[in-house]
């Protein structure tokens, strides 16, 4: 920190003449990320995973649900069936056809699937070969959705992708306009000058142009997910802000007895340490998300660890360089110098008053805090958890691919299969002995316990024949006139595949046994692959059992070693993992209790999911244990700090209390605010994200951190301290 402080002081210029030019350079090219990030519906499976292999093998070779466009017409009186309304199904249908579409309706199968249970809507699948899928959205958005009183709406998995990404875009916007002018009127009636306050909102602006140009260099190499970008850049803005806060804080501590060159240094060497080591804390729990193939998870765990290391570089140089710049002028503002003392010292007598009731009864304290966080985790004792199934309430509100999915569901009773089966022929599907092999390999699906009905080339409600009737028809001709319409949707050359629909939901034990036993049988002549929502399930869940120890397991010793070097105590660090599950539990207990049971949904805000996904309680996890680790930091060390001073551990727990608490309540309250805007998004995931996190930062800081932990550590007293003779030869200035 001497070194870093040093080349603050002799290249203060230099710094911010270098910071601006990066600066510019980011905000033409940051603004460009949207283009470079992933837009596939892979984000939420495992990579490399059979699932995944299966989905893009049905849609390479098939075209299937990812590269159809679902069409919706509606209308309020006219039946499908009447002359009219077919007459304005046509002319919709028509624009397709003239671009090269190929359309499967209810008109050119008689298959009722595709008509309402009122008659008053249908639907359409349409696919195109030839064009790309950018230029398929393109031409969706230039159709009319209005024909008389007849009303056009377009879905499926193309649409929702698209959709999905601009109202990611939207929501940054829209969250960063909300949180910024807030942010700085807090930092106002914090810092009680406008000076003061202008710098960590600067800074943030700052993480957010470098993080989000960070995130577009990366994403030319490694695929980013879309749903990933508000959340990386959540956590620059946040941890940015933070960090100014810590180190604004102590530099105008620092200048009511130093100079203000030395107070930079002893700024630097102090919180600038703090932030130092609470960055690469929160920087070891996002590596933890970067050993799960799971591309959204890799991508936050990546794009995280690029915005925050810029971040923490940004906080190191840039902002003391600032500090240094302006001098005593950053306590310009609102108070002079004798009403801010006096403001300082009121406040701080009320942090030690609250101290001293905390270590005068430290186990009422933790009975309080342990009651209070319980009571809160108390819905995860029925919580669902899913991983997969995306069904309309996942996407976003007000979105033509959140009407049609849910129209599909609601007025057709469309049922989506539980599992899609491809099977891959050694030799020619379209001759008799290739037939019976797919007609063996439909009646074994068909028979297994659970399966309400399979469809494919060999079994459909359209053609229902026997074994030997298919052999017939292939025997006289490879492509009997019969077969035209299920060989279009089920046949490409030796490959073919086959839906299977259950009763039972995907995530039931039943049907996750179930892709098992598929995945192990050995078909005659060929073999298979399993996708579908029950497979994506399962291969997720195998992942995550798989990946969890290890990613925790190496998360947690990289944490001990770290802040067992920072505080010379391997007692400090163990009592730090154990209590930062508190706030974790409470949290996801809230999240059951609005996402899963539907309280607070009635307001309009938040979006009712019937289950919490298994990914986004991951993410939460990671970042949020991230993040109590980031105010555990902060209190350890200041307290650390001052019993190498004093030598005495309840004064020293007593004093970090009363120096950290106000910082970190209102570090606690600025994080909050970036975050709870991010969870005004119309995307019920990132919802998820953002109202966990925001709960998780406000639990830590005001009953875990301010409450718990000073408690814990009076039990402990000078057992705190206790470390290997190794260890405590390590040593860390404070000055």
């Given at each position: 920190?001497?070194?870093?402080?040093?080349?603050?002081?002799?290249?203060?210029?230099?710094?911010?003449?270098?910071?601006?030019?990066?600066?510019?350079?980011?905000?033409?090219?940051?603004?460009?990320?949207?283009?470079?990030?992933?837009?596939?519906?892979?984000?939420?499976?495992?990579?490399?995973?059979?699932?995944?292999?299966?989905?893009?093998?049905?849609?390479?070779?098939?075209?299937?649900?990812?590269?159809?466009?679902?069409?919706?017409?509606?209308?309020?009186d006219q039946n499908v069936d009447s002359t009219e309304f077919k007459n304005t199904f046509n002319s919709v249908i028509k624009r397709f056809e003239k671009n090269g579409?190929?359309?499967?309706?209810?008109?050119?199968?008689?298959?009722?699937?595709?008509?309402?249970?009122?008659?008053?809507?249908?639907?359409?699948?349409?696919?195109?070969?030839?064009?790309?899928?950018?230029?398929?959205?393109?031409?969706?958005?230039?159709?009319?959705?209005?024909?008389?009183?007849?009303?056009?709406?377009?879905?499926?998995?193309?649409?929702?992708?698209?959709?999905?990404?601009?109202?990611?875009?939207?929501?940054?916007?829209?969250?960063?306009?909300?949180?910024?002018?807030?942010?700085?009127?807090?930092?106002?009636?914090?810092?009680?000058?406008?000076?003061?306050?202008?710098?960590?909102?600067?800074?943030?602006?700052?993480?957010?142009?470098?993080?989000?140009?960070?995130?577009?260099?990366?994403?030319?190499?490694?695929?980013?997910?879309?749903?990933?970008?508000?959340?990386?850049?959540?956590?620059?803005?946040?941890?940015?802000?933070?960090?100014?806060?810590?180190?604004?804080?102590?530099?105008?501590?620092?200048?009511?007895?130093?100079?203000?060159?030395?107070?930079?240094?002893?700024?630097?060497?102090?919180?600038?340490?703090?932030?130092?080591?609470?960055?690469?804390?929160?920087?070891?729990?996002?590596?933890?998300?970067?050993?799960?193939?799971?591309?959204?998870?890799?991508?936050?765990?990546?794009?995280?660890?690029?915005?925050?290391?810029?971040?923490?570089?940004?906080?190191?140089?840039?902002?003391?360089?600032?500090?240094?710049?302006?001098?005593?002028?950053?306590?310009?503002?609102?108070?002079?110098?004798?009403?801010?003392?006096?403001?300082?010292?009121?406040?701080?007598?009320?942090?030690?008053?609250?101290?001293?009731?905390?270590l005068k009864y430290p186990y009422v304290s933790i009975l309080v805090a342990v009651l209070i966080v319980l009571i809160t985790a108390l819905p995860l004792a029925h919580?669902?958890?899913?991983?997969?199934?995306?069904?309309?309430?996942?996407?976003?509100?007000?979105?033509?691919?959140?009407?049609?999915?849910?129209?599909?569901?609601?007025?057709?009773?469309?049922?989506?299969?539980?599992?899609?089966?491809?099977?891959?022929?050694?030799?020619?599907?379209?001759?008799?002995?290739?037939?019976?092999?797919?007609?063996?390999?439909?009646?074994y699906l068909k028979n297994l316990p659970g399966v309400t009905t399979v469809q494919g080339l060999a079994e459909n409600p359209a053609i229902d024949l026997d074994s030997?009737?298919?052999?017939?028809?292939?025997?006289?001709?490879?492509?009997?006139?019969?077969?035209?319409?299920?060989?279009?949707?089920?046949?490409?050359?030796?490959?073919?595949?086959?839906?299977?629909?259950?009763?039972?939901?995907?995530?039931?034990?039943?049907?996750?046994?179930?892709?098992?036993?598929?995945?192990?049988?050995?078909?005659?002549?060929?073999?298979?692959?399993?996708?579908?929502?029950?497979?994506?399930?399962?291969?997720?869940?195998?992942?995550?059992?798989?990946?969890?120890?290890?990613?925790?397991?190496?998360?947690?010793?990289?944490?001990?070693?770290?802040?067992?070097?920072?505080?010379?105590?391997?007692?400090?660090?163990?009592?730090?993992?154990?209590?930062?599950?508190?706030?974790?539990?409470?949290?996801?207990?809230?999240?059951?209790?609005?996402?899963?049971?539907?309280?607070?949904?009635?307001?309009?805000?938040?979006?009712?999911?019937?289950?919490?996904?298994?990914?986004?309680?991951?993410?939460?996890?990671?970042?949020?244990?991230?993040?109590?680790?980031?105010?555990?930091?902060?209190?350890?060390?200041?307290?650390?700090?001052?019993?190498?001073?004093?030598?005495?551990?309840?004064?020293?727990?007593?004093?970090?209390?009363?120096?950290?608490?106000?910082?970190?309540?209102?570090?606690?309250?600025?994080?909050?605010?970036?975050?709870?805007?991010?969870?005004?998004?119309?995307?019920?995931?990132?919802?998820?994200?953002?109202?966990?996190?925001?709960?998780?930062?406000?639990?830590?800081?005001?009953?875990?951190?301010?409450?718990?932990?000073?408690?814990?550590?009076?039990?402990?007293?000078?057992?705190?301290?206790?470390?290997?003779?190794?260890?405590?030869?390590?040593?860390?200035?404070?000055?």
């Amino acid at each position: 920190m001497r070194l870093l402080s040093k080349l603050v002081r002799n290249n203060t210029l230099a710094i911010l003449l270098i910071a601006a030019v990066i600066i510019g350079f980011g905000i033409s090219y940051g603004s460009g990320v949207f283009t470079e990030l992933k837009k596939d519906e892979g984000g939420l499976s495992v990579e490399n995973s059979q699932s995944l292999k299966a989905s893009r093998y049905i849609k390479n070779n098939f075209g299937g649900e990812s590269k159809q466009i679902l069409i919706l017409v509606k209308s309020p009186d006219q039946n499908v069936d009447s002359t009219e309304f077919k007459n304005t199904f046509n002319s919709v249908i028509k624009r397709f056809e003239k671009n090269g579409a190929t359309i499967t309706s209810y008109y050119n199968t008689g298959a009722t699937d595709f008509k309402s249970s009122d008659s008053r809507s249908t639907y359409a699948l349409a696919e195109f070969k030839n064009k790309s899928d950018d230029d398929t959205y393109k031409f969706i958005q230039d159709q009319p959705l209005q024909y008389g009183n007849t009303e056009v709406r377009f879905g499926g998995t193309l649409v929702a992708t698209r959709q999905i990404s601009h109202q990611i875009e939207q929501d940054l916007v829209r969250a960063e306009l909300i949180s910024l002018p807030i942010l700085l009127i807090l930092l106002i009636i914090i810092f009680r000058s406008v000076t003061a306050a202008i710098l960590p909102v600067l800074l943030g602006i700052v993480a957010v142009i470098g993080g989000t140009s960070v995130v577009r260099l990366i994403a030319h190499y490694i695929d980013i997910d879309q749903y990933a970008i508000n959340v990386i850049t959540v956590l620059g803005l946040g941890l940015s802000i933070d960090y100014s806060l810590l180190m604004v804080s102590r530099f105008r501590e620092e200048l009511h007895e130093h100079n203000k060159y030395d107070a930079i240094n002893r700024t630097i060497r102090s919180s600038g340490r703090t932030i130092l080591f609470s960055g690469l804390t929160v920087m070891i729990c996002l590596f933890g998300l970067t050993l799960f193939p799971i591309s959204f998870l890799r991508s936050v765990g990546v794009g995280g660890i690029a915005a925050l290391a810029f971040a923490i570089i940004a906080a190191l140089t840039i902002l003391p360089s600032l500090l240094l710049l302006i001098g005593d002028n950053i306590n310009r503002g609102t108070l002079n110098r004798g009403q801010r003392k006096a403001l300082e010292k009121k406040q701080s007598g009320r942090w030690y008053g609250l101290g001293h009731r905390i270590l005068k009864y430290p186990y009422v304290s933790i009975l309080v805090a342990v009651l209070i966080v319980l009571i809160t985790a108390l819905p995860l004792a029925h919580v669902k958890i899913k991983s997969s199934g995306i069904d309309y309430r996942a996407l976003p509100r007000g979105s033509s691919s959140r009407e049609v999915s849910k129209s599909l569901s609601e007025d057709f009773h469309n049922k989506t299969p539980s599992l899609q089966i491809v099977y891959i022929h050694d030799g020619n599907i379209n001759n008799a002995g290739g037939i019976k092999d797919v007609y063996q390999l439909t009646q074994y699906l068909k028979n297994l316990p659970g399966v309400t009905t399979v469809q494919g080339l060999a079994e459909n409600p359209a053609i229902d024949l026997d074994s030997g009737t298919y052999q017939a028809l292939y025997s006289n001709s490879s492509h009997p006139p019969q077969m035209a319409q299920l060989e279009k949707q089920y046949l490409n050359n030796n490959t073919t595949y086959i839906k299977v629909f259950t009763n039972d939901g995907p995530t039931t034990q039943a049907i996750q046994d179930m892709v098992k036993i598929i995945r192990d049988h050995k078909p005659q002549n060929g073999r298979i692959l399993v996708d579908g929502s029950a497979a994506v399930e399962y291969d997720i869940r195998d992942s995550v059992a798989r990946q969890a120890p290890i990613a925790l397991g190496l998360v947690v010793i990289a944490i001990m070693v770290l802040l067992s070097i920072l505080l010379r105590s391997v007692i400090i660090p163990l009592q730090a993992l154990v209590i930062n599950s508190f706030s974790l539990l409470a949290a996801f207990g809230i999240l059951v209790w609005i996402f899963q049971d539907g309280y607070l949904t009635n307001i309009g805000w938040f979006m009712q999911t019937g289950s919490l996904d298994l990914t986004i309680l991951i993410l939460i996890f990671a970042i949020t244990f991230g993040l109590s680790m980031d105010y555990a930091t902060f209190y350890y060390s200041r307290v650390g700090e001052e019993f190498d001073r004093t030598g005495k551990t309840e004064k020293a727990i007593l004093d970090g209390l009363a120096l950290t608490g106000p910082v970190i309540t209102q570090a606690a309250i600025l994080l909050f605010v970036v975050v709870i805007a991010f969870a005004t998004s119309n995307i019920a995931l990132l919802q998820q994200v953002g109202l966990g996190l925001a709960l998780a930062v406000l639990i830590d800081a005001f009953i875990v951190r301010i409450v718990l932990v000073p408690a814990v550590m009076k039990i402990f007293g000078r057992a705190n301290w206790y470390a290997p003779k190794f260890l405590k030869k390590i040593r860390i200035s404070h000055d």
